[in-house]
């Protein structure tokens, strides 16, 4: 088929899809001036298309009077179509990806050009209370699945000239539309040209799932560790757009990823910057230790129990082997296999119906736990040490973070498992190691923790008074960097 616009051959490629529009309309029978309509059923709006395109055409006496195609092309852009949001192209492939975006076309095929018009409408989720990011005090509404609408509640937030929406589209199939929002007068636009450079690396057929982008967008693929982080939140964007950090909005996901990330930024929570700096310090502090305490509770008790336990009290130690009499399994195995179910259990509620899977928890950790220990198959200790442990994880606010962080804790407690107290030391030096080795887009991942600049320390384990944020976070804004007096 031929690279030009030409209505005859559209049609003859769509004629198997009953949902595909190219209807002739003859504008001059005197002078056989005949353009098409090309468009989609259910992705156009009916009435917006009758009642400002199709309408005015029927209607309009001076169509009636041009001569040639190219006199009704330079009429209706002129005007003569009551719609504002009309462009004119030669473009082929420009064409059918407005058309089976939702655009309406005016194929035209002698001039081998066609005017396209926004007249896009489809079912959508309606703006709702974000589902893994609420907040007491702050904004209840949520980003949603169509692009248009999440670069709408970004621009309602920031309401500057600066701010810029680049529009580009992935996939050879799919050719799914996103947008690259950023503050040209802060972001560094290296970072800026790095991202749309590896986007427009991405050689794949359909964008369907999140991780079909994050995979392509960031630096180490090894790594386990989320180095995108995204939200849900229109008011969390926009506070880090105006940072200098990159926002990523992809049509069909209801999330915007931000861009460069660094661990502080999944560990902070929106109530943070809602409630008193003093009540926000002390609750970030909590989850720091929570975090610390989900990786190395297991694997200490395994290292205590098993290798070192005249480290423990005498009560506690004759505590521990008085509730492991008739357990026949070793400490390692006990904790190994609880964490194991408590992943079972985990993925079987959230694969479950809510009202199901409610039940299957509460079936499973209390019922199937109390027989476990009644059983002697294990120490009531396991229990609440895989129990502290596992609700600890559930302190983390990002969930690709709290997946590795899971991940993690069964290799520690397998490290602790050969070696105690030594392997538990490995494996911190290691995952010190991996995490200083990890770069995102020019910035230390685990940036500000390694910077010597005072400034960045502000907003870490502690929030600080709003008052002390007057600068931008080094090494994300290469510009503009004050933006507080």
């Not at 509404?141 to 937030?157: C, G, K, P, Q, S």
């Amino acid at each position: 088929m031929s690279q030009v616009i030409n209505s005859k051959e559209i049609k003859e490629l769509f004629s198997q899809s009953g949902d595909v529009l190219v209807r002739p309309i003859h504008i001059n029978h005197k002078n056989n001036i005949i353009i098409s309509v090309f468009c989609v059923d259910g992705l156009v709006n009916s009435d917006l298309l009758d009642q400002t395109i199709l309408r005015p055409i029927s209607l309009d006496q001076g169509l009636k009077a041009c001569m040639d195609e190219k006199s009704v092309l330079n009429y209706l852009l002129e005007g003569a179509a009551y719609h504002a949001f009309a462009s004119e192209t030669n473009d082929y492939e420009l064409v059918l990806k407005g058309v089976m975006s939702g655009m309406a076309a005016l194929l035209f095929d002698q001039e081998k050009k066609a005017l396209l018009f926004d007249v896009r409408t489809f079912d959508k989720r309606s703006i709702s209370e974000p589902s893994d990011e609420g907040v007491m005090k702050g904004a209840k509404d949520a980003f949603i699945e169509v692009m248009r609408t999440n670069t709408a509640l970004i621009r309602r937030r920031i309401r500057s000239e600066y701010l810029v929406m680049e529009q580009m589209s992935v996939g050879k199939v799919s050719k799914t539309d996103l947008s690259i929002a950023y503050l040209s007068n802060v972001a560094d636009m290296n970072t800026v040209n790095k991202l749309k450079d590896s986007l427009k690396n991405i050689d794949i057929d359909s964008i369907s799932t999140p991780s079909f982008v994050e995979e392509f967008i960031v630096d180490n693929k090894k790594s386990i560790f989320p180095q995108a982080m995204y939200t849900q939140r229109p008011d969390r964007c926009c506070s880090n757009i105006s940072d200098g950090r990159i926002g990523l909005i992809v049509d069909g996901i209801p999330f915007v990823y931000l861009l460069p990330c660094q661990l502080p930024m999944l560990m902070q929570s929106s109530d943070d910057y809602a409630n008193n700096y003093i009540i926000s310090s002390s609750l970030r502090i909590i989850r720091y230790l929570a975090m610390i305490g989900t990786i190395l509770l297991p694997a200490f008790y395994i290292a205590v129990t098993t290798f070192q336990n005249q480290m423990l009290p005498v009560q506690l130690a004759l505590s521990i082997q008085k509730a492991k009499l008739g357990v026949p399994f070793s400490s390692a195995i006990e904790v190994l296999g609880l964490l194991l179910a408590f992943e079972i259990l985990i993925e079987s509620g959230l694969r479950l119906p809510k009202t199901v899977g409610t039940a299957m928890s509460i079936l499973g950790g209390l019922v199937v736990g109390q027989a476990a220990v009644s059983a002697q198959l294990v120490s009531p200790a396991v229990v609440v040490i895989v129990a502290l442990s596992g609700i600890a994880g559930f302190t983390v606010p990002n969930q690709d973070l709290s997946s590795a962080i899971r991940i993690i804790r069964f290799g520690f407690a397998i490290l602790a498992s050969f070696a105690g107290f030594f392997g538990l030391m490995v494996g911190i030096i290691l995952l010190v190691t991996h995490l200083c080795s990890l770069d995102n887009y020019g910035v230390a991942y685990l940036s500000p923790f390694v910077d010597i600049e005072s400034m960045n320390h502000k907003d870490t384990l502690f929030r600080f008074p709003v008052k002390y944020f007057k600068m931008r976070p080094d090494g994300i804004a290469d510009k503009n960097k004050r933006k507080q007096k």
